[in-house]
């Protein structure tokens, strides 16, 4: 049966709209929320699929997994890469998930000092191990601040130009993502001091599908 790629698009087009839109009432969410969010988080995932559809989008490999479990919150360990140098990836994060409030989950990012010494960790059952938190640094301003939707699936973005960026040209950047148990959509964009976008997917978000959990 031939894939109805328009379907998942026009969905996508409206959730990144409603982004926009001022803040209205949310779905209200828990602890458990924050915990199932943190598992369907967590896969390896791929866009070549949108890639041979769309040469304007790169065939990218994210590679989500849980480490610390000592600490409070969620933790992932993330790296993101081209296809074709998957063993060098151009983004290396850690994320930890928070409830905020009965509305919002927090998903605070983190670089890691001399991270390159841990590119591969995905691949082990304790990524990261020997890592101290004080070889964390938060980038403060670019937390992804999450709600659920109605049937399950979660949605956020940064808050406004909070997150700084200079990267580029760029003063600020900005995040919008959508989450599902098969599916991450991510846009970052990058901006100048007048809003002009100088990096970053210009016409939507990239499509990461899972394919496999991990």
Not at 32 to 51: A, H, T
Not at 89 to 102: C, I, K, N, T
């Amino acid at each position: 049966m031939k894939y109805n790629f328009l379907k998942p698009i026009l969905i996508l087009t409206s959730i990144f709209a409603l982004l926009q839109l001022p803040l209205q009432a949310q779905e209200q969410i828990n602890e458990r929320d924050v915990k199932k969010l943190y598992q369907m988080m967590q896969g390896f995932y791929s866009s070549e699929i949108q890639s041979l559809e769309d040469s304007s989008y790169y065939d990218i490999r994210l590679k989500m997994v849980p480490m610390w479990t000592d600490f409070e919150g969620y933790w992932l360990y993330v790296e993101q890469a081209m296809s074709d140098s998957e063993a060098k990836p151009y983004r290396q994060r850690v994320y930890q998930l928070m409830l905020a409030d009965d509305s919002t989950i927090e998903s605070r990012v983190y670089t890691i000092k001399n991270g390159e010494q841990y590119y591969g960790d995905w691949k082990y059952d304790n990524p990261l191990e020997g890592l101290t938190l004080d070889s964390l640094t938060e980038r403060t301003g670019c937390s992804i601040w999450l709600h659920k939707n109605p049937d399950g699936t979660f949605y956020g973005s940064t808050n406004q130009n909070d997150c700084e960026s200079n990267l580029r040209g760029a003063t600020y950047a900005t995040s919008k993502v959508m989450i599902t148990r098969q599916q991450l959509d991510s846009w970052d964009q990058g901006f100048n001091d007048s809003g002009k976008q100088v990096w970053g997917a210009v016409k939507g978000p990239y499509q990461f599908r899972k394919i496999s959990r991990f």
